[in-house]
């Protein structure tokens, strides 16, 4: 208890502020209007004062409700082989932190950002085309249970019972099904034992077979829109997953790489549906791209899948093709790795130009003359001479070695002599500070 409140005093006034204000259980206080991420909590209480600190009981509470766990290396993210040790249950658990903004964000279990832990930090990434107005969102729990034993979990440790599209799909879907969805039901989520290609095919077209009746009776009645459609369809094959998986792998063994092929295509559709860009999206793709590659007479489609497999990493991930052989390349075949080499416009394995993210800041008003701080974002910021800023009256150029520089407009014309820049090497963020150029004024 000590020891937290010592650590508790080191945090800076805004970043304990956030933390006193995250869920505990407890009603949590309106906020009148919206406010960009750089400015919460904005005037929004906490309940505790910042000379006591936050007690441990209501501490505990916090993390119960907020804390991510915490990954130890990149392997959780590579495309490695079926037959690989992997951590166990206890060890990829055995470290959690609390990260007050990435909690901020609700759950769905068809989330739109993927989620990625590494050592001490969570990175949040759009993982589909999010529209204007929707809300942002990840999951809190192992999507891949049934939609009773989802709602059960939340509501056991987090309090509330999910309501989320995919949820009272499921439902639904179930509900009108009758005896149609047991073949599905017993596959939910689950492999099918050491079986031929023969058998696989059997019980994976049994379950197909059942859920899209279901499925039809479900549409009966419904408008639905193309989009719609293809979505729910993708949603009730996610549950066969697994047995998907277990089937593609059956067909490769056996050398039927087309069919393979095939099964690899209908899982990624269907994890894609789910959790797009994380790590079992990007593994299925991988998979794809190996069956392929080991096919005779495929070279389009590879390149093709390559270059698909090169921007989904990136996406996931961020950097360029050094991070797609780090984490999936290096099992491809000699010519595969040298198709995406090729595709990232270099003779050989190296970097993609890595690029530079930005976000404008809240402009201030100080005794009527406005400033403006920006924010940039890439891995290529390592130290300060790596870094380049061209400032002129309205627009701000930003360029560092292994990216191909970025131009920011400013939103007002800029004094050129009050320019400040500061470069977080652990974050690689570069903050430059504007101020509004006035005539007639003598700074």
Not at 60 to 68: E, F, T
Not at 230 to 243: G, K
Request: proline residues 5%.
């Amino acid at each position: 208890a000590e020891r937290l409140v010592q650590l508790q005093a080191q945090l800076d006034a805004l970043s304990w502020r956030r933390l006193d204000t995250m869920c505990d259980g407890e009603a949590l206080a309106s906020i009148d209007a919206p406010l960009s991420l750089s400015a919460w909590p904005g005037d929004c209480c906490g309940r505790s004062s910042e000379a006591e600190g936050i007690a441990l009981p209501r501490m505990k509470r916090i993390v119960d409700l907020n804390a991510y766990r915490c990954s130890p290396s990149v392997s959780e993210y590579a495309f490695t082989a079926e037959d690989q040790p992997v951590a166990s249950e206890a060890e990829r658990h055995e470290a959690y932190g609390v990260f007050p903004v990435g909690s901020l964000f609700n759950h769905s279990c068809a989330p739109n950002m993927s989620k990625v832990l590494l050592n001490d930090w969570v990175f949040l990434r759009a993982a589909r085309d999010v529209e204007p107005g929707e809300e942002l969102t990840q999951f809190y729990c192992d999507v891949r249970m049934p939609a009773a034993m989802r709602r059960k979990e939340l509501l056991e440790l987090f309090g509330f019972e999910c309501d989320c599209p995919r949820c009272a799909f499921e439902l639904d879907l179930e509900r009108g099904a009758g005896e149609a969805l047991s073949k599905w039901t017993g596959l939910y989520s689950c492999g099918c034992g050491p079986l031929q290609a023969s058998q696989l095919e059997a019980l994976v077209g049994e379950a197909e077979g059942g859920v899209r009746s279901a499925l039809r009776k479900y549409r009966a009645g419904r408008s639905l829109t193309t989009g719609e459609a293809e979505e729910l369809e993708q949603w009730s094959l996610w549950p066969l997953v697994p047995a998907l998986t277990q089937l593609a792998m059956r067909l490769r063994l056996d050398g039927r790489f087309s069919e393979s092929a095939d099964a690899w295509r209908r899982t990624e559709r269907a994890v894609c549906s789910v959790v797009p860009l994380s790590n079992l999206h990007l593994r299925t793709q991988s998979e794809l791209l190996l069956t392929e590659a080991r096919r005779a007479g495929s070279a389009g489609v590879v390149e093709a899948l390559v270059d698909r497999s090169l921007s989904c990493t990136a996406a996931a991930y961020g950097g360029g093709v050094q991070v797609w052989q780090l984490l999936q390349g290096f099992r491809m075949p000699q010519a595969t790795i040298e198709v995406a080499a090729r595709l990232a416009g270099s003779p050989g394995a190296g970097p993609m130009p890595c690029p530079i993210r930005h976000q404008w800041l809240t402009p201030s008003d100080v005794d009527g003359r406005r400033t403006a701080t920006l924010r940039l974002w890439s891995a290529a910021f390592h130290c300060v001479g790596d870094v380049y800023l061209d400032a002129s009256a309205h627009l701000l150029v930003v360029k560092a070695s292994g990216t191909d520089g970025q131009s920011v407009t400013c939103p007002f014309e800029v004094d050129l002599e009050h320019v400040k820049t500061r470069l977080s090497r652990r974050r690689r963020c570069l903050t430059v500070t504007i101020s509004e150029h006035c005539y007639g004024q003598f700074h």
